[in-house]
């Protein structure tokens, strides 16, 4: 079982940008899906973006354009550049690993846009 810890979150005005990180603490080569998802008070989870190891990616409408969404598998980590950011941005943000019967979380990081 992968342990998963996020960094990087913290408060950042609208209009700007943040890189979430996730630490790995094995390989991740194998692993098909690695994801970032969020939950906003009062709302349930929800997917941000994935990528496989083959680099797919899928996005949340909402991210789409603003977010990216990337993996490096030498040094098993998984990072989300955020820009753009709005204050509907604003939640708890997860970092995932994901196979066939196999799913890991990590425990989280915030992120706030506010002025």
């Known amino acids: 079982q992968v342990q998963l810890v996020e960094s990087g979150g913290g408060l950042v005005q609208p209009g700007g940008s943040l890189r979430l990180s996730c630490a790995a603490s094995?390989?991740?080569?194998?692993?098909?899906?690695m994801g970032w998802y969020r939950q906003a008070p009062g709302k349930e989870r929800e997917l941000v973006a994935v990528?496989?190891?083959?680099?797919?990616?899928n996005y949340a409408g909402s991210v789409k354009g603003r977010f990216t969404i990337s993996r490096d598998n030498a040094k098993n980590t998984v990072n989300l550049q955020m820009s753009s950011l709005k204050p509907e941005d604003t939640a708890v943000y997860y970092c995932?690993?994901?196979?066939?019967?196999?799913?890991?979380w990590g425990q989280g990081t915030q992120v706030t846009v506010s002025s």
């Open positions: 995932n690993a994901a196979n066939y019967d196999y799913n890991a």
């Open positions: 990528i496989t190891t083959g680099g797919t990616t």
């Open positions: 094995r390989s991740i080569f194998s692993i098909n899906t």
